[in-house]
């Protein structure tokens, strides 16, 4: 049920300001990022009945939900697909566990770097999980209706960090038509794990978005701003809340040697550590001063 659903049976959702959930990548460290939410989402729901209120998911409370790697295939479940934490837990520890059984070097006779596991797997569990929602196979991302979404993967011919949408934005050339399975395989695509995904009628090769950006939470700010202001509009003038979640601390390893190991091991945990992303202060201070101590649980 929508934000806009739940208005219509009865249940007033406060709609004074906009909610933002960004979801950081890390692999299946991002079972974490949903155990995280889950604790979030319990005590929001606990207020709601204390109140008489329905209890609500993600996809009620926040306006946009974006996310890179992990955090973006959890973003798509609870946006897009519009899962409970509960039924994402189930679903993404599932997916993972069928993904990641099997695999292989990753580096192939040639010396190139190749993806270790499977991606068909990925996309027949895509399929799968599409199938018990009553969804075809090539459902759309875009939807243009309830929560947004927003997804980062890294376009694989000049780096550019790329944003997929489940909404139309105002600037025509960044509408790719991409499905819902590509979106996933894009946002999620790391060279040491995945192949490229290839999207769209110029047959773009898409990576994985923790390649560039895995704090994804700067690139989703930008795109609320992109929805919601117009003129001289700020966007921290708008906030209810923006919410950053992260997939832990993984600790600090040396260089591996070799190259097999220098592949398999320091470059993707390079590539999946959050804490070291360097962040706009600019940002956070225009918002501190709106956003710093306001909470969800009042809605």
């Known amino acids: 049920m929508t934000r806009h659903a739940m208005q219509r049976t009865g249940d007033h959702l406060e709609q004074s300001?906009?909610?933002?959930?960004?979801?950081?990548?890390?692999?299946?460290?991002?079972?974490?990022?949903?155990?995280?939410?889950?604790?979030?989402?319990?005590?929001?729901?606990?207020?709601?009945?204390?109140?008489?209120?329905?209890?609500?998911?993600?996809?009620?409370?926040?306006?946009?939900i974006g996310g890179t790697s992990t955090g973006g295939i959890i973003a798509i479940m609870l946006g897009r697909l519009e899962m409970s934490v509960d039924e994402c837990i189930t679903t993404y520890t599932r997916m993972f566990e069928k993904v990641f059984g099997k695999r292989g070097l990753p580096v192939n006779i040639f010396g190139k770097v190749k993806g270790r596991f499977d991606s068909i797997v990925l996309e027949e569990c895509i399929a799968d999980i599409l199938k018990e929602r009553k969804l075809p196979e090539d459902e759309p991302l875009i939807n243009d209706k309830g929560c947004k979404v927003a997804v980062c993967a890294v376009a694989a011919e000049n780096s550019a960090t790329v944003v997929l949408r489940s909404y139309t934005s105002t600037e025509a050339l960044n509408n790719l038509p991409a499905t819902i399975c590509q979106a996933v395989r894009a946002?999620?695509?790391a060279t040491s794990?995945?192949?490229?995904?290839?999207?769209?009628?110029?047959?773009?090769?898409f990576v994985d978005g923790a390649l560039s950006a895995n704090n994804p939470v700067d690139e989703i700010w930008n795109e609320a701003q992109n929805v919601w202001c117009t003129g001289d509009t700020e966007l921290n003038d708008m906030l209810k809340c923006v919410i950053s979640i992260g997939t832990g601390d993984p600790g600090t390893q040396p260089i591996a040697e070799g190259i097999v190991k220098l592949f398999s091991r320091t470059l993707v945990q390079m590539a999946t550590e959050t804490q070291n992303t360097e962040h706009s202060e600019t940002i956070y201070r225009k918002a501190s001063s709106t956003i710093r101590k306001q909470t969800l649980l009042p809605l």
Do not use: H, Q, W
């Open 17 to 64: 300001g906009i909610c933002i959930l960004s979801l950081d990548g890390g692999g299946v460290r991002g079972l974490f990022t949903l155990l995280i939410l889950k604790a979030l989402m319990s005590s929001i729901n606990t207020e709601r009945l204390k109140d008489g209120k329905l209890e609500a998911k993600p996809c009620d409370i926040f306006d946009l």
């Open 193 to 205: 794990f995945f192949e490229p995904v290839t999207i769209g009628p110029y047959k773009r090769n």
């Open 187 to 189: 946002t999620s695509a």
